[in-house]
């Protein structure tokens, strides 16, 4: 059984900087990781992830400002964001997949953007 603990959520103004970071438990292989976002009365997407290689995707709209990276011995995902916007506002979730393709969701963090 794997499980996802997130952290580095918060309140930040809009060109401020966050880094969240969320590492798995259990002894299983952690594949391709990655963050997602839900914000308010919208639909959950996927903001980047990264294979455990080091191929990494992005939305646009985050492209040039958020960083993900990854340590494979700590089994964990980092998300480093700049230049933050209102509209990055959401509940960011941390995904995760082990080597049979099981996914599984970390409990997520509030990431607020606002003056």
């Known amino acids: 059984q794997v499980q996802l603990v997130e952290s580095g959520g918060g309140l930040v103004q809009p060109g401020g900087s966050l880094r969240l970071s969320c590492a798995a438990s259990?002894?299983?292989?952690?594949?391709?990781m990655g963050w997602h976002r839900q914000p308010p009365g919208k639909q959950r997407e996927l903001v980047a992830d990264i294979s455990q290689g080091g191929w990494t995707n992005y939305v646009e709209s985050v492209k040039g400002r958020f960083t993900i990276s990854r340590d494979n011995a700590k089994k964990a995902v980092y998300l480093q964001m700049n230049s933050l916007k209102p509209e990055d506002t959401a509940v960011y979730y941390c995904k995760a997949f082990d080597s049979m393709s099981n996914a599984y969701w970390g409990q997520g963090t509030q990431v607020t953007v606002s003056s």
């Open positions: 259990g002894g299983v292989f952690i594949g391709r």
